[in-house]
């Protein structure tokens, strides 16, 4: 008989001191510490995470694209994957992957904020780390990411949004999976796509009071989807907007950034997860198979911040979670603002389909391959275990998700 702990949101599991700095108090997802676990799973899952971090580099075709192959492999391992599941994965999305080049120079102490956003630096910056790993840290790589991604004036912590938020999620994983070779990658990809997004964080005079009526993220992105302001503003969607929108309509973005104020933290950001899940899902209408590749990083970056949230220090949370609302602003309107209809989500369709029914088709359907169909999903399942789902509105999604996907729209 399951204990009653298990029908429990973990959220509820736990007593918060609420005499505590305002923050966000979540308790930490189960690690897969896969170093040291002698079966030949985990051992699996090790050694490809390892042959990946040897033979691929994190940023390839022209620099432009991520390296995903830790995600999915993280995702699936998660998931229930079997060790020939893994080696599949490994096989299909290696193919497209490419080898380190070397970099112009060298990165040492001095400098090493002065190639900050350059791409080509790629190899230099996760040699950096990993040497520091090796002299500095007695290979604790949590010592690595203290110092570099939460420490000095303007630290990486910031930034974890450039490049469509996949510094955020590689450094999940590295949590999630406990392994040091994805965490510098992910201190690599934080270095590299560092960008001008930083100053929205670092800089305290952009927030502010908005003149916006305080609200939840699902509420915001109605309001942002009805306003006229932002008409016309680019004639195709994708990511090559949000430079040019933050030039042209800062205003208005910081307008519906600081209208979501964290009142009350845990719950705000548990409603922050559900509109995370609403972009995605309820963007699409019935029949059209329309699941948008750039909107999906608005779940997977919130899934992200769920995941690290427990073990970032007290004091950067609450700005963890604003930094991914400034991504989720910035990224739904850059795909034109699609319209979200919770009706599209209706548990009613669930017809007794279950967890184990979506985490199949995620290991064994015809997307099983697809490192954001993959991570999707799980990011589904967490935030139902997270927060409850009594009545199956994650499921829903989930069910309706795996289901209903074709593959992705990109415009």
Known sequence: MASILSYVPVVNRFVSNTNRTRTIDIPPVEIHNVETVPEKRPRTLKHLLRANHVNHCILYHGLEFHNHLPHILGSAYILGANTQQLHKIYDVEAEELEPWEPSPAEIVDDDWRDFLGDARYQRAYV???????AWKHNYQWKGVVEEYIYGGKEPLLNCLIGGLGHPLIHLAYAYEVDNREVAMEALGMAATQYNFLHKYIDDSSYTKPSALKSSQPLELFHKLASDKRLDGLFKESGPDNIQPLFQKHEDIVMEYWNAWILDDPVKDFELSQEAAVAVLVATVPPGTHSYNFFTCHILTTSHAVRILLPFV????????ARQWWLFAIA???AELRPKIDPDYIKPGDVAG??????EDKALNGAHAVDAHYVKAIRAIKEAARTWGDVHERYLAAAVRFADDFEGWTFS
């Open 331 to 333: 990224v739904y309107i």
């Open 353 to 358: 389909k279950q967890w184990n029914y979506v």
């Open 127 to 133: 040699d950096f780390f990993e040497d520091a790993l």
């Open 313 to 320: 220090p007290p004091e950067f949370r609450i700005s963890l």
